[in-house]
């Protein structure tokens, strides 16, 4: 017989106190907040181009960047790329800069209906290619650096093996490389959509469609109890400051450019082409041993999106001899923002490139 926990009414009316009195400075706090900037750290627009904006950023300290080649960060079409600089204590571009590291950025914008039929080859083989040009021309060098993130690293991985003269070395960064191992519940879901008729009949895919399927990987988790659990820190103006900057990053989702999607979502996901040495950016074929160029692979041990298991591949996939891998014990926001991942991963970056100059 299990017997029910009694709680005595002076303990009801102190859970019920501390309640209101919470919510009654949560609501202070939260009225407090305001409007919140995407990005903190000082940036200057060096290249625009239909949507895209490229950006060259600053030390807020003044110092001048130790390494020669400038560092290129391509992230994912979905979501923004200013998760890799949310706060001033929660910047990994911040982190690269302390480090005496050149920082450049593709902001991607937000598609609309005029970028409907924009391909792969428009992304990779077009705009990282202008953008790479730019930052060669500005430096008088050859080779530059590139950092790719999620869906930008494997669109890294694509313009490395395509254009591997104008890259010095490459950094992933929680990036799929085998697209269908047991444990990626997005791979399985991806697998049997119906890509053509998806975008057929809805041209760009909405970017709130796209969210919702992330959330629903983890839907209690990101659905429900991160707004039971915001409750204990609503009489903390900081950690509600906190709490907001990462809802406005994780529902700010743009649209995905219909054609691109279907490429990606077919060739990627549906076929594992990257693994297999098949994808086609236009009338290129990527083959992963032309990467030649050194390769530091960094990945989350707790990912749900992208598992280790498919990251891990790319070591025996890349034509380099000179490849390291960088584990971080945690997830695959956590990777960006917290505090154990700003004090491993751009210190791991900058001694790793600066012993590749």
């Avoid at 994808?279 to 960094?298: E, Q, S, Y």
Wanted: charged share 25%; aromatic share 10%; proline share 5%.
């Amino acid at each position: 017989m299990i017997s029910a926990i009694q709680l005595k009414p002076e303990q009801i009316l102190t859970e019920v106190s501390n309640f209101n009195r919470k919510l009654s400075e949560g609501i202070k706090n939260l009225q407090k907040v305001g409007e919140l900037p995407t990005g903190v750290t000082p940036r200057e627009a060096v290249y625009t181009e239909d949507k895209l904006t490229l950006y060259h950023y600053k030390s807020p300290t003044g110092d001048k960047p130790s390494l020669k080649a400038p560092l290129l960060i391509s992230y994912a079409l979905v979501n923004r790329p200013y998760m890799t600089d949310l706060q001033e204590n929660r910047s990994m571009i911040r982190g690269l800069l302390a480090q005496g590291v050149d920082v450049y950025l593709i902001d991607w914008g937000y598609p609309d209906r005029s970028d409907r039929f924009l391909t792969l080859d428009d992304y990779i083989n077009g705009y990282i290619d202008r953008c790479v040009d730019v930052i060669r021309e500005r430096h008088s060098v050859d080779k530059i650096n590139l950092l790719g993130i999620c869906q930008g690293g494997a669109f890294s991985i694509c313009y490395t093996s395509l254009h591997q003269d104008k890259i010095q070395n490459l950094i992933t960064m929680v990036t799929p490389v085998d697209f269908q191992t047991e444990d990626n519940m997005l791979a399985h879901w991806i697998r049997d959509i119906d890509v053509d008729q998806l975008v057929d009949s809805m041209g760009n895919i909405p970017g709130d469609l796209m969210n919702w399927t992330f959330l629903n990987l983890k839907p209690y988790r990101l659905l429900a109890q991160k707004y039971i659990d915001m409750v204990d820190i609503l009489d903390n103006p900081q950690q509600v400051c906190n709490f907001m900057y990462m809802e406005k990053w994780i529902f700010d989702s743009p649209d995905q450019a219909g054609e691109a999607y279907r490429e990606f979502v077919k060739q990627f996901y549906q076929e594992n082409k990257l693994l297999k040495n098949e994808v086609k950016v236009g009338a290129d074929t990527v083959n992963l041993k032309n990467i030649t160029c050194p390769v530091l692979n960094i990945y989350a041990n707790d990912d749900h999106l992208v598992p280790p298991s498919a990251s891990k591949p790319l070591g025996k996939a890349v034509g380099t001899k000179d490849y390291t891998e960088l584990s971080f014990k945690g997830g695959h926001i956590g990777i960006y923002v917290s505090g154990s991942a700003q004090a491993l991963v751009p210190p791991s970056i900058g001694k790793w490139l600066g012993e590749r100059k």
